[in-house]
């Protein structure tokens, strides 16, 4: 007898079901919307409890936790993205072929 599956798309779901007790068994290429191609995380799903562990997870802590902290990364590479402007910008300032000065 073929043990259920739980599949899901979803890259935050996959560690939350796996801490749940879901045992990971594989990753597929499956169609998503608009026939583009996704990668799928298949579970073994004996009790048929996925779907739960998939809205359990949306309404939880770790969830919560795992937004915030996808927020603060973004803020970092805001940043970062400024940082590396200004050192651009900067390198240009000193180099002969960026330097838009006509003497005359």
């Known amino acids: 007898m073929r043990n259920k599956e739980f599949k899901t798309d979803q890259l935050a779901v996959a560690p939350y079901l796996m801490l749940q ?55 970092i590479e805001k940043l970062m993205r400024k940082v590396n402007k200004a050192n651009i910008q900067e390198q240009r300032k000193n180099d002969p072929k960026y330097n838009d000065i006509k003497e005359g």
Do not use: C, Q, W
């Open 21 to 75: 007790g879901l045992k990971y068994l594989r990753a597929e290429i499956s169609m998503g919307k608009y026939e583009k191609p996704v990668v799928v995380f298949v579970f073994e799903d004996p009790h048929g409890v996925g779907k739960d562990l998939e809205l359990d997870f949306v309404k939880s802590e770790f969830k919560k936790y795992r937004d915030v902290t996808f927020f603060f990364r973004n803020e």
